[in-house]
C-alpha cells in the first residue's frame, strides 16, 4: 500500500511527502513526530501549487518523496 510504502521511506528521511498533481500532497510523515517543527504548517497557501514546496521548506531534512497520488482540496475531489 503507498502507506506502507511511506513508512518504508522513513527508515532513511527523516520526513515524507505524498506529492499530488496539482502541487499540494496527499501525505506527510515524519520519523520523530514529537520534534516536529511548531512552523510545520504555517504560512502554507493551502490549495495551491505551492502547498508542497511550503511545507518541505519546514519539514526536518532529508525529505523523500513517495507516489503522486490525487489529494482531497473540497468535496468535489471525494
Known sequence: SHI???FRTLKQSASV???APD????LVGLKHPAR???TLFQN???STCHALQDTARTLPK???LTATL?????SADL
Open 70 to 74: 490525487q489529494d482531497v482540496d473540497t
Open 17 to 19: 511527502l505524498g506529492p
Open 23 to 26: 502541487g499540494g500532497y496527499w
Open 4 to 6: 506502507t510504502c511511506a
Open 44 to 46: 502554507v497557501r493551502w
Open 36 to 38: 516536529a517543527p511548531q
Open 62 to 64: 532529508p525529505t523523500a
